[in-house]
């Protein structure tokens, strides 16, 4: 049997990503927090801040690993139907379950959306990470990076949210040129270095991956204009090619939105009952 611990689910329009958070004995006091194989450590002694492990799973398997969960904090960019599916399998294990929502401020980071709503709980929840992240590590200044499906950018400058991007991912790209051209055809190849292609499927590669080089690039050079020094995370089903590339001056998370979700689980007062299943 698992030791008692809080699942963390992040719903993204590609996967489902997940993490579990083992509650160690000395979480009272410094709000120390083990990943299922890294240590993530919280609070204000804290100067180690290390990813999850982050775990992909098919929505047949949320019923175990709910079952096994003392409790569940999950955000989702999918459908209300997967919601309320979730939060049905939390009741059924009985289970505290909390789903996170984009809010107007939180955590004394506020919002630049004049209606909050409209942001995803997935970008809400990188924020909120990058400003945790900016505190530990000394930057006020932070850009946030999640290259997944959809790749978004939030600009942190003095811990508040000035706004965003929203493009392409990368599969995106490769797909909306080969569906909306009649002769460009992609082989799913993926690349790791930027180069000229030379033939077409290498071109549409190359080109996916130069715009999202390109794009990650822009926001290094708007975030220039606002301040001397920031830290640029990147995050997402992407962000390890984007660092093969050699870019400078990025510090890769594979999942910066889980690292949100541990933040609010452990503000979070809900006390994981003893699992007796
Ligand atoms: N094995 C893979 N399956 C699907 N997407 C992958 C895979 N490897 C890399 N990717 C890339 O990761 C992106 C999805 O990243 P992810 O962070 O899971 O997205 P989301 O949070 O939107 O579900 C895809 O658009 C694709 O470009
Ligand atoms: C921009 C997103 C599609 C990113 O989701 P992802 O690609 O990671 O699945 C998602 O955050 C979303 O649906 N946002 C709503 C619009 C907004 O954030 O303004
Ligand atoms: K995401």
């Known amino acids: 049997m698992l030791d008692p611990h809080k699942l963390l689910i992040d719903v993204g329009n590609t996967s489902i990503k997940y993490t579990r958070l083992v509650m160690s004995t000395e979480t009272q006091t410094n709000e120390a927090i083990r990943g299922e194989s890294q240590r993530v450590a919280f609070g204000k002694h804290s100067t180690n801040i290390e990813t999850f492990q982050v775990m992909h799973a098919d929505i047949e398997e ?41 809010k107007a401020s939180q955590f ?14 997935d ?16 930057f006020d200044n932070v850009i946030v990076i999640d290259a997944g499906t959809a790749i978004t950018c939030d600009f ?93 001056g990025i510090q890769v998370y594979p999942n910066i939105v889980l690292i949100g979700l541990a933040i609010l689980a452990s503000h979070n007062n809900i006390i994981p009952p003893l699992h007796t299943r």
Not at 72 to 87: G, P, Q, R
Request: net charge negative; glycine share 8%.
């Open 108 to 121: 004394g980071v506020k919002n630049v959306y004049s209606n909050e709503q409209n942001m995803g709980a």
């Open 156 to 248: 942190l400058v003095g811990h508040q949210h000035i706004g965003g991007w929203i493009a392409p991912g990368m599969q995106l790209l490769r797909d909306s040129v080969v569906n909306n051209t009649t002769r460009v055809f992609d082989d799913q190849t993926l690349p790791t270095t930027l180069m000229a292609g030379t033939d077409t499927p290498e071109c549409v590669a190359q080109g996916a991956l130069a715009q999202t080089m390109g794009f990650v690039a822009q926001a290094k050079q708007l975030m220039s204009d606002y301040c001397d020094d920031f830290e640029c995370i990147v995050s997402g089903g992407d962000a390890r090619l984007i660092a093969e590339t050699g870019m400078s």
């Open 62 to 102: 949320l019923d175990d690993l709910i079952a096994q969960a003392s409790a569940c904090f999950f955000c989702s960019v999918k459908n209300d139907e997967l919601s309320a599916h979730i939060k049905a399998l939390c009741k059924k294990a009985q289970i505290p379950c909390e789903q996170a929502t984009t």
């Open 123 to 138: 970008r809400w929840m990188a924020i909120i990470a990058a400003s945790h992240i900016g505190n530990i590590k000394g």
